[in-house]
């Protein structure tokens, strides 16, 4: 079982900066591929960043490619999401997964067995 808990959401104007962490519960955190997806109002949830069990390699949506980094610090059974130049239209709820195993990852929520409760991202114009 593993326990998911994001933190680092707010209300920011277009242009600044947030970062997002993602506390993880289990002594193999550092065995588990890790991402962030978003879900805004009305939309689908959507994929914005992966990151591989060891952190060397990482892949982005489009849309925030440039913006975003995320990275992990498997010492501390932690995900972070750095989030730079943001947008209105990167309001969201933004969550965090794990695929709970050493295997899968990527960009497809199907991949992903544990999802945190959510924080809310709020980028005002």
């Known amino acids: 079982q593993v326990q998911l808990v994001e933190s680092g959401g707010g209300l920011v104007q277009a242009g600044e900066s947030l970062r997002l962490s993602c506390a993880a519960s289990g002594r193999i955190f550092s065995t588990y591929p890790m991402a962030w997806f978003r879900q805004a109002p009305g939309k689908e949830r959507e994929f914005v960043a992966a990151?591989?069990?060891?952190?060397?390699?990482?892949n982005y949506a489009d849309s925030v490619k440039g913006r975003f980094t995320i990275s992990r610090d498997n010492a501390e059974n932690t995900v972070y999401l750095q989030m730079n130049a943001l947008k209105p239209e990167d309001t969201a709820v933004y969550y965090c997964?794990?695929?709970?195993?050493?295997?899968?990852?990527?960009?497809?929520?199907?991949?992903?067995?544990?999802w945190g409760q959510g924080t809310q991202v709020t980028v005002s114009s």
């Open positions: 990151i591989t069990r060891n952190g060397g390699y990482t």
């Open positions: 997964a794990s695929t709970g195993s050493p295997y899968g990852g990527g960009s497809l929520s199907s991949s992903y067995a544990y």
